[in-house]
């Protein structure tokens, strides 16, 4: 998910839109993943929601545990300008369907993304042992 938003974030600029990934994990660990996996930040705001009260204030929390960990739903949300609230899917998967991706675009009325499961990856020795 984050390869492909991260190819496609210009697209979410040409329309005046923006986006905030928010996750339970710390800026650090983001951090390293973005260096990690794309040689670089990725270029959009993260929030780090640690204590999980946005999670919770959202109703983002899981009763299961997802099998590839963590208790947080992915979720849309697109809000207009004035920040109320035009559209939200929980849960988001756009890290499966690649329709539930394309939909983002057409929401903000953007050139459609380009889903790809690894798009914009480093390639590292982790990655070949596999």
């Given amino acids: 998910m984050a390869a492909s938003l991260k190819q496609d974030y210009a697209n979410i600029l040409k329309v005046r839109a923006d ?54 739903y992915r979720s849309l949300w697109i809000l207009n300008r004035e920040a109320v609230v035009t559209h939200k899917s929980v849960p988001w998967r756009a890290n499966v369907q690649v329709e539930e991706y394309q939909r983002l675009f057409k929401l903000i009325g953007s050139e459609l993304g380009e889903w790809m499961a690894t798009c914009g990856l480093r390639q590292t020795e982790k990655a070949h042992a596999g």
């Fill in 19 to 72: 986006l905030i990934m928010i996750s339970p994990d710390a800026l650090e660990e983001h951090r390293k993943y973005a260096l990690t996996l794309f040689g670089e930040e990725l270029p959009y705001l993260y929030v780090s929601d640690r204590n999980l009260d946005i999670a919770r204030r959202y109703g983002l929390i899981r009763n299961e545990e997802h099998p590839h960990g963590g208790f947080y």
